[in-house]
């Protein structure tokens, strides 16, 4: 008997020590990334686009992921105007639209992240 509750209490503090030296990795990317999605399902702003995904968010939320990217490209899209855009990976962009088609100047943010949609089947 002494054994086992030796064993198990060997065990316990294996665990305990274990659990205790784990480190959670949450960098500023992943933040940024988690509030984007989180924004996006909270607002309702989640689509299905030919078998993708397209969670969007806008406002403080796609300003501060926007902020964090690196480096950026300006796209103008005629009918919709200027944009400044950062990828990140394959899988979406943030970007912020800096002029109407009408070379009005504004300011606002945007980021979508595109994930493959679930087969359903």
């Known amino acids: 008997m002494r054994t086992g509750r030796a064993i198990l209490i060997g065990i316990l503090m294996i665990y ?33 686009r030919s078998g993708n995904i397209e969670y969007s968010c806008y406002g403080s939320a796609a300003k501060r992921w926007f902020d964090g990217l690196p480096g950026g490209r300006y796209v103008d899209d005629g009918r919709n105007g200027t944009f400044i855009s950062r990828d990140y990976g394959s ?20 980021c979508e992240i595109d994930a493959a949609a679930p087969s359903l089947n």
Request: proline share 2%; with cysteine.
């Open 16 to 48: 305990t020590d274990a659990a205790s030296s784990q480190v959670e990795i949450r960098t500023p990317a992943i933040q940024f990334y988690n509030n984007c999605l989180n924004s996006a399902i909270t607002n309702n702003h989640v689509t299905n």
């Open 91 to 110: 899988s979406g962009y943030c970007a912020q639209h800096i002029t109407d088609a009408d070379g009005t100047a504004n300011s606002y943010f945007v």
